[in-house]
């Protein structure tokens, strides 16, 4: 029988991580400290399954969320997806709820440049940046429309807890709001 190593998770925290991984996080925490918006914070092992998630939800006693990076084909035009980590994403019911042709996920070298982060580390807070600058912002309504949401702090192994209004304030940026139809998969 094999041992599994149980998922880690810290107690929930306030203020910075003492180190940073990555100089997209040092801008979200230095933004949210300058700011003065409230949040807190959990450490994980990464954070990359739904399983992962589900340890993460239960953290902090809040749904986590997923965040895509998107292109076109010839990548000129990202779209940053902020939907539920539980719903399948459908590139073709994206497309239309946007009216613009089929898209596919960006890869690392993208999202390094774009966002400054890896995959499983995609994070709205990653608007921030000036690089960022032609990412259109697109969300789930009913996700927007939650008090808080967690999502990465640019590492896959941070997590941060923050209201919506927050959030959009501090991006100086409010979402397109989008429907996505389909069912929310539990792991078995």
């Not at 029988?1 to 149980?6: A, F, G, N, R, T």
């Not at 995609?122 to 697109?138: Q, S």
């Amino acid at each position: 029988m094999i041992d599994e190593k149980p998922f880690y998770t810290s107690e929930i925290k306030t203020g910075a991580p003492a180190e940073f991984t990555t100089d997209t996080q040092r801008l979200i925490y230095t933004s949210l400290e300058a700011a003065g918006i409230p949040y807190t914070r959990i450490e994980s092992d990464p954070g990359i399954s739904m399983d992962d998630c589900l340890n993460i939800d239960r953290a902090f006693g809040i749904d986590t969320v997923k965040t895509i990076l998107l292109t076109n084909r010839k990548k000129t035009q990202y779209w940053l997806y902020v939907t539920h980590a539980r719903k399948p994403f459908i590139t073709k019911e994206f497309g239309a709820a946007l009216g613009i042709p089929r898209v596919s996920f960006a890869d690392e070298e993208l999202m390094l440049s774009l966002l400054g982060t890896p995959h499983g580390a995609a994070t709205p807070f990653a608007l921030l940046r000036p690089e960022a600058a032609p990412v259109t912002f697109v969300m789930d309504r009913d996700v927007a429309a939650r008090p808080k949401i967690v999502i990465t702090d640019g590492d896959p192994c941070g997590f941060i807890a923050i209201a919506n209004t927050d959030l959009f304030s501090l991006l100086g940026r409010t979402p397109i709001l989008i429907e996505n139809p389909a069912e929310i998969v539990l792991p078995e």
